[in-house]
């Protein structure tokens, strides 16, 4: 990939050892400029980079293509965050999207470790199950003014990926 290539060479200029926490720092480093230049629609919020992506997957595959970029899935740790994402929903004229949001047991937990503070479900979700599926993932739906659904791992969406700025 691009950015790692870049990455690696700036650490080989300057002489650098490449450890995961230098080569971390440097990603995060160069992921503002790197974004702009490869992803121009990214917006930026609280300290991190949004992006939202137009090819659908299923949330784990979602999930893995966050993850294979140094990225996660978006969580929504407060209403700011749920505003700026229902406004940048609606400027992709998309239907729904992904969200970091994950049903583990009897809770839900973001896969990025943000606290699960902040929440705003459609009026009777979360279901939990239908027909006998697993409704245990998170997705932000346009239709009804960006309220939160829970769905099946299984079905193809959207999504939202963020980086963190440190």
């Known amino acids: 990939m691009i950015l790692e290539k870049q990455i690696a060479e700036t650490l080989k200029e300057k002489g650098i050892e490449e450890s995961e926490k230098v080569k971390a720092f440097m990603y995060a480093a160069f992921l503002p400029e790197s974004m ?3 992803y121009p629609q990214t917006a930026r919020l609280e300290g991190k980079i949004y992006l939202h992506i137009a090819d659908r997957k299923t949330w784990q595959e979602a999930y893995d293509w966050c993850r294979e970029r ?3 899935l978006a ?3 407060n209403l700011a965050v749920h505003s700026f994402l229902c406004k940048y929903l609606l400027n992709t004229k998309s ?3 992904w969200l970091g949001g994950a049903k583990i047991g009897d809770k839900y937990y973001w ?3 943000t606290p699960w503070s902040f929440t705003s479900w459609q009026k009777g979700r979360p279901f939990g199950h239908l027909r006998g599926t ?3 993932r998170v997705a932000m739906k346009f239709f009804i003014n960006g309220d939160w659904q829970d769905d099946s791992n299984g079905l193809p969406m959207q999504f939202f ?3 963190t700025l440190y």
């Open 36 to 38: 702009k230049f490869h």
């Open 95 to 97: 239907q729904d999207a």
């Open 134 to 136: 697993p409704q245990d």
């Open 75 to 77: 969580s929504v740790g």
């Open 161 to 163: 990926v963020q980086w």
């Open 70 to 72: 140094n990225g996660d």
């Open 111 to 113: 896969s990025d470790g």
